[in-house]
């Protein structure tokens, strides 16, 4: 099993659509996650971190529930530049990271 | 803030000879930086971690005599393909940390070995 898994898609879906990607980890030792989204032939750039209490960045929410191992994004009103890979990346104490196969969103007009 | 700059983003070498890439954070002090590597349609590979004058800590199945390492200081690591084979064509990428507020990464440099 893998320590960080995400739902690989692909994601199609249409503009103004609101899309949830779930991702779960194995270390319970795990301290600190994040989601980045990684364009094509680019490298990856920190979307948002993500805390216990959830937390919200204009269209992108984030949550987080340890008990469960558990992370979510929610991208409301989807985009056409919101099209991209998103890796959910899970960081243990020593600071070693840990990124997911990354979850590949379409977003079409 | 949090800018890390990498070099050269792409190159084109002959089997059989060495590659440095470097990584530089612009505008923070790095401690700890990343390398990795991503073939394509795949994830991101940890091929190391390196800290400030100390040596790399590499993970399993990456041969450090081959991927040659250096933190020379807080702004500046380097990573040396030695001896490269077509096989290490990849998509190199370093990161640098930031007071746990996330790794920020570097463009990545494109090594194709013909």
């Known amino acids: 099993r893998k320590e960080v898994e995400q739902d690989p898609g692909p994601f199609n879906v249409p503009e103004g659509a609101t899309v949830a990607f779930n991702c779960t980890y194995s270390n319970s030792a795990s301290q600190s996650f994040f989601w980045y989204r990684q364009d094509c032939r680019k490298e990856p750039k920190l979307l948002m971190s993500?805390?216990?209490s959830g937390n919200e960045d204009g269209r992108f929410t984030a949550q987080l529930n340890r008990a469960s191992q558990y992370i979510s994004l929610l991208i409301r009103d989807s985009k056409l530049s919101d099209s991209a890979t998103y890796l959910c990346v899970v960081n243990t104490n020593a600071g070693k990271s840990t990124f997911g196969d990354g979850t590949t969103l379409t977003v079409k007009p | 803030g949090a800018v890390v700059s990498q070099h050269p983003s792409w190159v084109i070498c002959k089997s059989g000879t060495s590659v440095k890439i470097e990584c530089r954070s612009l505008?923070?002090?790095?401690?700890?930086m990343f390398w990795y590597r991503q073939f394509p349609k795949q994830s991101l590979m940890l091929m190391a971690t390196s800290n400030e004058g100390s040596k790399a800590t590499y993970e399993q199945g990456v041969e450090k005599d081959k991927f040659l390492i250096n933190h020379a200081s807080l702004t500046l690591s380097t990573l040396t393909v030695t001896s490269a084979h077509p096989e290490d064509s990849s998509f190199y990428i370093c990161?640098?940390?930031?007071?746990?507020?996330?790794?920020?990464f570097g463009p990545g440099t494109r090594l194709t070995v013909l």
């Open positions: 990161s640098a940390s930031n007071s746990g507020r996330g790794q920020f």
């Open positions: 993500v805390y216990s």
């Open positions: 505008d923070f002090q790095a401690t700890t």
